[in-house]
């Protein structure tokens, strides 16, 4: 049902990772290309990772998805995440696939792909534009079949120059999301209408032919009367379930079911795009957001703020049942959240300094007193995960990591990085006694009240962001820092001007929220790969540049097997905490939600997400009964 985008960023106070809006379904959160499951030059209705496709050829519909769902009415929610040019509280463009402007949510429901995910996969792709798929012996040809039923809303056809257009248009124009790992694709052809064949390099990563595969189609007649490269606010062309229905910028934006969508009945698809409207209305502050929630502005509600779910929730239409209330299991790892030093700047660079800021973030007394103490705290960048490193490294971990002993901290060879817990205090006295011989041995010198860095500049810190969610959060590790002589201060800037910044990495420390998923591929290289941090608008936000970790993605990216793959993937963990490059937050691995007691849903949840714009549906009796049924 969905056009696929790069890994999404959460909203930098979420503490699930939730997938919507602009995503790559299930399987483009971190995969690889098939091998065992699409045997050579046989044709096949999927791709897979190391193993079978979960669903055989002909199956009837989704697992979770219920085939005599009701269509009509409407779901009405925020934006929870974000993927390429889009931000949080704003939008001036609906092209969501290059760098320049603020993208609208939810432009991904108007473009097909290839083939689409099942979210009860980690890592499987099934047909959707392309009924079917056959490999090359070397795995360097993908020759995609097109169904020739395939059409645009206009009524034109979906041909095989219409894929080939949008990848090398992605190629060379695209957010460098997309160009980046783009750059195996070697050639892509059209073989008449219904037959396209992409080649690779040979030395591309496991991932490419996916992402290919999942990536939005758009139609070539449109753009040969249209700059692809620019902003714009007329609604393009697509060929999915949804079409750009009302907006107003900056407010809101709208999306319309289309009734004779042309593959509305296929087996992937059926059960699925329910409601007649899908929206996403736009507030730039969340209390405000909220507040507009329990007046029933918009009826579907993610919660990311613990106090608001333990406190927040006294209101009305949740006391009388009209609002619902629940806690959803999220089996995917739940990701990575912290606040990441741009390492580009000179008082960033020493990795001691980096490790004693970390030691003035106190979280138990965080989770204790802002947060109910719900949440653990994040150790791994892959938490919760088999890839998440612990202990020393084994022997099979070691194997990659000799190389590069010379150079590496020798803190990699021990026990794997786990940031220290305090008293509970909110200044625990010995972190920061340990903190301050840190910065001491880093050449950092206290002059009064204040730190001095080893050139004689004053050691200060600016944390930048676009709303004030985190602020007692960073407010509390604010007052530990300025006990250390450390100048911080916390910032609010516009969404615009925050999406600046960042692009153009002008800033000291930013709250970041990724996750790689069950098989982490090309997403790898995008937010820690040497290449990126050079590259405007990559997710390497922290200026990461070491050849040991550039050589163990690479490796990553190549595994043929799981167990070679998390093997990898553990030491890649270890590199990085040992660098410090972050002061991890904390998780908890389910998804609060709240919404207006208008849905119906199927039996069977998703492993892997919420689907609850796909596979959810408005029940006309209930609505009646909340006082909302017009909305």
């Not at 690779?200 to 992402?211: D, G, N, Y």
Request: charged letters at 25%; one cysteine or more.
């Amino acid at each position: 049902m969905t056009a696929k985008l790069p890994p999404t960023i959460t909203r930098r106070s979420s503490l699930a990772l939730a997938l919507g809006g602009f995503v790559f379904p299930t399987i483009l959160r971190g995969t690889a290309l098939a091998q065992a499951a699409v045997p050579d030059g046989v044709e096949a209705h999927g791709l897979s990772v190391f193993g079978d496709l979960g669903l055989p050829a002909g199956f009837p519909h989704l697992p979770y998805a219920d085939p005599v769902a009701p269509k009509g009415g409407q779901i009405v929610l925020q934006i929870s995440n974000t993927a390429g040019n889009q931000n949080f509280t704003t939008f001036n463009t609906l092209n969501a696939f290059i760098l320049k402007g603020d993208g609208a949510a939810g432009m991904a429901l108007i473009f097909d792909s290839l083939m689409t995910g099942n979210a009860d996969e980690p890592d499987a792709l099934y047909g959707l534009v392309a009924k079917s798929v056959r490999v090359s012996p070397d795995k360097t040809l993908y020759r995609f079949s097109l169904r020739k039923e395939a059409r645009f809303h206009d009524g034109s056809p979906l041909t095989a120059k219409d894929v080939v257009f949008s990848i090398n248009i992605l190629k060379t124009k695209g957010h460098p999301s997309f160009r980046m790992p783009l750059r195996d694709v070697e050639s892509a052809e059209a073989e008449g209408d219904d037959v396209v064949t992409v080649r690779f390099k040979p030395t591309r990563s496991r991932e490419a032919p996916l992402l290919v595969a999942g990536l939005p189609i758009f139609s070539a007649a449109y753009y040969a009367k249209q700059p692809f490269d620019q902003t714009s606010l007329e609604p393009p062309l697509g060929s999915s379930a949804y079409k750009v229905g009302p907006f107003v910028q900056g407010r809101y934006i709208s999306f319309t079911r289309v009734p004779d969508y042309w593959a509305k009945d296929l087996p992937i698809n059926i059960g699925t795009a329910n409601f007649d409207t899908v929206r996403y209305e736009y507030f730039a502050d969340r209390k405000i957001a909220f507040e507009a929630f329990k007046a029933g502005v918009f009826t579907f509600r993610e919660e990311f703020t613990s106090a608001t779910w333990a406190t927040g929730y006294n209101f009305p239409a949740a006391t009388s049942g009209r609002v619902k209330r629940e806690t959803l299991p999220d089996d995917t790892p739940n990701g990575t959240q912290g606040w990441f030093f741009n390492t580009r700047r000179d008082k960033f660079r020493d990795p001691r300094i980096r490790e004693a800021i970390g030691y003035a973030f106190d979280f138990k007394w965080t989770n204790a007193n802002l947060m109910y103490g719900v949440y653990k705290r994040t150790v791994s960048y892959f938490q919760n995960s088999p890839m998440e490193a612990a202990g020393a490294p084994g022997p099979d971990e070691l194997k990659y990591l000799e190389p590069f002993r010379a150079t590496l901290p020798p803190d990699v060879f021990g026990p794997v990085y786990v940031p220290p817990e305090s008293d509970g205090s909110g200044a625990d006295r010995a972190l920061l006694k340990k903190a301050l011989g840190l910065l001491e041995a880093a050449g950092c010198k206290r002059q009064g009240s204040t730190l001095l860095l080893p050139d004689g500049k004053p050691l200060d810190i600016e944390f930048l962001d676009f709303d004030g969610g985190l602020e007692p959060h960073t407010g509390a590790f604010i007052r530990n820092l300025r006990l250390l002589g450390i100048d911080a201060r916390y910032r609010i800037v516009d969404a615009a001007q925050y999406k600046r910044r960042t692009d153009d990495f002008d800033f000291d420390v930013v709250t970041q929220r990724f996750g790689f998923g069950f098989t982490p591929g090309e997403s790898l290289r995008d937010v820690f790969g040497s290449e990126a941090a050079k590259i405007p608008g990559s997710r390497n936000l922290c200026g990461i540049t070491d050849p040991a970790i550039d050589n163990l993605i690479a490796k990553a990216l190549v595994a043929d097997t799981r167990e070679t793959l998390t093997t990898v993937c553990k030491d890649i963990d270890r590199v990085l905490r040992a660098g410090h490059y972050w002061v991890p937050m904390w998780n908890k691995a389910n998804h609060l939600v709240a919404y207006w007691d208008l849905f119906g849903r199927p039996a069977q949840n998703p492993k892997y997400g919420l689907n609850e714009i796909a596979t959810w549906w408005y029940d006309e009796a209930k609505a009646k009964k909340t006082d909302l049924s017009t909305h």
